[in-house]
């Protein structure tokens, strides 16, 4: 599968954004999606999670609350809507795709398919 991230950019301190992940050349349905980000400097880092139906959802402690995932079956996407946003967001976030659908991964090395990524800076 292809995934397709968008929606990076600029914005201040207590912004929002939201950031789209199209999926192509899979069946959108069977997977269980993620976004993760990664600072200059740091290791790549788990944002949320959501099943493969939109049912169930699992997010990093430093963005519940301000992040929220959801998905639409039927457009083939998977959404991060990010609100509140602070300096320490910025990042290449990154949407990726999970086979196994019995468990949501907060672990890269367990994620199948990579999108290319989608810079967020957050200005102060």
């Known amino acids: 599968v292809q995934l397709q991230a968008s929606g990076g950019g600029l914005v201040q301190a207590g912004g929002s954004l939201r950031l789209s992940c199209a999926a192509s050349?899979?069946?959108?349905?069977?997977?269980?999606m993620d976004w993760f980000r990664q600072a200059p400097g740091k290791e790549r880092e788990f944002v949320a999670a959501?099943?493969?139906?939109?049912?169930?959802?699992y997010y990093a402690d430093s963005v519940k609350g301000r992040f929220t995932i959801s998905r639409d079956n039927a457009k083939n996407t998977v959404y991060l809507q990010m609100n509140s946003l602070k300096p320490e967001d910025t990042a290449v976030y990154y949407c990726?795709?999970?086979?196994?659908?019995?468990?949501?991964?907060?672990?890269?090395?367990?994620?199948?398919?990579w999108g290319q990524g989608t810079q967020v800076t957050v200005s102060s």
């Open positions: 990726a795709a999970e086979v196994d659908l019995l468990v949501l991964t907060t672990t890269p090395g367990e994620v199948d398919y």
């Open positions: 959501i099943n493969w139906s939109g049912g169930v959802t």
């Open positions: 050349g899979g069946t959108f349905r069977t997977y269980n």
